[in-house]
């Protein structure tokens, strides 16, 4: 990892330089409203998973041939863009988020691609949103508070079908996870992320890697009974 000369308590585990050289490979992905998304994120410092993870995102739910995502916590819908993309026609993805205005800004967004009509977007509590849709998933994605980290592991690694998927973001957390000394954004919540962390890898019933994209997405698969 590198550490990031303004802060030496954040760590970049690509170097910016291979991120910027990643970004400018992804040329093909270039659309009218991700640009829009993307420009509203660097204006009012808002988190999103960014291009080159997005294009993770995508890949990866086209790999298993996802057609039902359950997000945990989506913003505006970008990375809602992404599993639309992916999961077709026929596919569904269900978006929670708390805000409401963010869901506004959404079903323009994803109207405007021609993917609102693959997305069922919830305003409120993920937790009680999830709990409330029946069903397994093919994937599902997790980006809340990090400090419900651990407990949406919980909830979601029981409903994701065989060979499917448990996705997370920010299981880095700019590197906080991997020093001893750091300034937490919130209290507690690196400790969440490393506790959902070690859940994850150490539960006997998913094969587990880390992407050290960006901030860090965790991706875990049920393993099948063959």
């Known amino acids: 990892m590198t550490v990031n000369p303004k802060s030496p308590n954040i760590l970049h585990p690509v170097h910016p330089a291979i991120e910027s050289y990643l970004r400018g490979l992804l040329s093909a992905s270039d659309h009218a409203v991700l640009t829009e998304m993307e420009g509203l994120a660097e204006k009012n ?6 291009r080159s993870v997005g ?18 916590g989506s913003g505006y819908g970008y990375s809602a863009y992404w599993f639309a993309k992916a999961v077709g026609a ?7 988020e708390a805000d409401l205005l963010n869901k506004n800004k959404a079903e323009a967004y994803l109207t405007e691609a021609g993917l609102w009509d693959r997305v069922d977007f919830h305003a409120g509590m993920a937790q009680d949103i999830f709990a409330q849709t029946e069903g397994l998933f093919d994937i599902c994605y997790n980006d809340v508070d990090k400090g419900d980290y651990p407990d949406i592991w919980l909830m979601a690694k029981d409903r994701i079908r065989a060979g499917g998927l448990y996705i997370a973001d920010n299981v880095l957390w700019r590197g906080r996870v991997a020093v ?20 994850v890898f150490n539960d006997p019933d998913f094969d587990t890697f880390i ?6 997405v965790i991706v875990a698969r049920r393993k099948t009974t063959d």
Request: hydrophobic share 35%; aromatic share 12%.
């Open 211 to 216: 992407n050290p994209t960006r901030d860090g």
């Open 90 to 96: 026929t596919g569904q993805v269900i978006c929670s």
């Open 180 to 199: 001893e000394k750091y300034t937490d954004v919130f209290q507690g919540w690196t400790e969440a992320i490393r506790k959902h962390n070690e859940l």
């Open 55 to 72: 294009v993770f995102l995508e890949t990866t739910a086209k790999m298993i041939n996802a057609k039902r995502v359950f997000e945990f």
């Open 45 to 50: 410092n808002f988190p999103i998973v960014g």
